[in-house]
């Protein structure tokens, strides 16, 4: 028989569907919570490919908790999430990194059993100068009694406890990549046709990376083992092959190549910021959680990110990701020793 012309296209709507349907005790709320994120993912999209047309551009004044300067696309795309999430009867708090506070679902409005950490538009310094951007979020259960909203004690919840994590990637194509603990899936947003079509399933992770991603403009700041790891990737330790350096700026952007072809990105502590410069809930956990159900691993450079019990909502975390082998040596490295 001749092979068909047709590939099956699964929507992601479909696959989510068909992921529930094998777990019987599932009641469809986990789902719908990442159809309302699909769709908050649409509308983001649909505005970030207008950002140099629409006058959406620049820095807007207010500055964010975090101490920078918020653009006007990471308001769009905060409010776009938290509007999408807080009336939709499936979370009981959202915290986003542009927000001091968690969020709980308007008076009138339902509450349900989930937590979404965000970080809505990643990458923002890049909006003005058209490079990929993206939107990255985590998934918690509630664990306070009760029907009310949750509290903030919901959102400190280590990244073991997950229950699914994702990133948009607004890049050359836009993709949802997104994990509920069986294995990490992407999807390709088709804006033809308005969905987001499954197109890396099971996406593994190679063991040992070709690249490293960091700021050396900070290589001055940098403790000395994190120094010597530096070395360590350009191959000056002849004892470890050479790789060759990427760093857009953007973490989705850099997290994803290093996902899809093995790599590791590395934001370290450094004299200016002691705890790095990322956060833990919105930014490392879930990428941590992506990265491990491809096979990967990450690190705070001295155990395991998803191992962190938070203890602040805006609270920062080291980062070292990607492919194991390369964050285990990095781990080694900080420790003072070679694996
Ligand atoms: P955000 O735009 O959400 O504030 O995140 C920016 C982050 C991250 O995307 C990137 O990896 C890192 O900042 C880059 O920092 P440096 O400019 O210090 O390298
Ligand atoms: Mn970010
Ligand atoms: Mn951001």
Not at 144 to 166: E, I
């Amino acid at each position: 028989m001749r092979p068909s012309r047709f590939t099956r296209i699964v929507t992601i709507e479909r696959f989510i569907m068909d992921q529930e349907h094998l777990h019987p005790e599932a009641t469809g709320e986990l789902s719908n919570l990442l159809y309302d994120i699909a769709l908050a993912a649409k509308v983001i999209n649909s505005h970030v490919r207008m950002a140099g047309l629409a006058d959406i551009l620049g820095a807007a004044g207010p500055v964010n908790v975090q101490g920078e300067i918020v653009q006007k696309l990471d308001q769009f795309a905060n409010e776009t999430i938290k509007d999408s999430l807080l009336h939709a009867g499936r979370v009981a708090v959202v915290a986003s990194e542009e927000d001091p506070e968690p969020i709980a679902p308007p008076a009138d409005y339902p509450i349900g059993k989930y937590v979404v950490l965000f970080d809505p538009l990643d990458g923002s310094s890049n909006i003005d100068v058209n490079m990929s951007i993206g939107s990255i979020f985590a998934i918690h259960r509630r664990v306070t009694d009760g029907r009310g909203p949750g509290l903030l004690r919901d959102c400190l919840q280590p990244g073991s406890a997950q229950v699914a994590a994702g990133y948009v990637l607004y890049g050359s194509s836009t993709m949802l990549v997104y994990t509920t603990g069986h294995g990490v899936h992407g999807f390709t947003y088709d804006s033809t046709i308005g969905e987001f079509l499954l197109s890396h399933p099971d996406v593994r992770t190679p063991a040992v990376g070709a690249c490293y991603s960091v700021n050396e403009g900070n290589f001055p700041h940098w403790s000395p083992e994190v120094q010597t790891l530096v070395r360590r990737f350009k191959g000056l330790d002849e004892r470890y092959p050479a790789k060759t350096a990427r760093y857009t700026g953007s973490l989705v952007a850099d997290f994803h190549r290093n996902l899809l072809v093995g790599g590791v990105f590395c934001y370290p502590p450094d004299a200016k910021s002691p705890q790095g410069k990322l956060r833990l809930l919105y930014e490392c956990a879930p990428l941590a959680f992506i990265c491990e159900q491809a096979g990967g691993y990450a690190s705070d450079g001295t155990g395991p990110i998803l191992d962190i019990v938070p203890t602040a909502l805006h609270q920062r975390s080291p980062l070292f990701v990607g492919s194991v082998t390369d964050v285990k040596l990095a781990e080694a490295t900080i420790a003072g020793r070679a694996p």
